[in-house]
């Protein structure tokens, strides 16, 4: 999987306030953010095109603390996989090549923490990346 840390073009600019998000290279899809609270609550987001976004006030607050994240993507990449192995897919007869292959998206995905103080994210840079796949 590519390392969706190294492609984010501003992994921590787009975070603010009570805003969780993160600006996607051009051409990534399927975008799922995950954030979980300290209070022990996960929150998840999708979005087909561009960036999902979660807002942690109001009834999504989780009190001060750490926060993790995970956000996962298709990236524009793709890869040849033996169409047996396309993970439950529906295979139509002309997504396969001669060889038993299918084109599949390549997958890709970040993870790591930050810190909420009074109900706001403290400072961007405080945002660690964590594994990277």
């Known amino acids: 999987m590519p390392a969706l840390a190294d492609e984010v073009m501003s992994a921590r600019s787009a975070s603010a306030g009570t805003k969780v998000s993160f600006v996607l290279p051009s051409g990534y899809f399927?975008?799922?953010?995950?954030?979980?609270?300290?209070?022990?609550?996960?929150?998840?987001?999708?979005?087909?095109?561009?960036?999902?976004?979660?807002?942690?006030?109001?009834?999504?607050?989780?009190?001060?603390?750490?926060?993790?994240?995970?956000?996962?993507?298709?990236s524009p990449k793709t890869k040849a996989v033996k169409a047996g192995g396309a993970d439950g897919r529906d295979i139509a007869a002309s997504q396969v090549n001669m060889r038993g292959e299918m084109s599949v998206h390549v997958p890709a995905a970040m993870s790591g923490s930050f810190l909420v103080k009074g109900g706001r994210i403290v400072d961007t840079s405080n945002m660690t990346e964590g594994a990277a796949r």
């Open 30 to 74: 399927n975008a799922t953010l995950s954030v979980a609270g300290p209070d022990g609550r996960v929150l998840t987001v999708s979005a087909k095109q561009g960036s999902p976004v979660i807002d942690i006030s109001g009834q999504n607050a989780m009190g001060d603390g750490v926060y993790t994240y995970q956000i996962t993507a298709a």
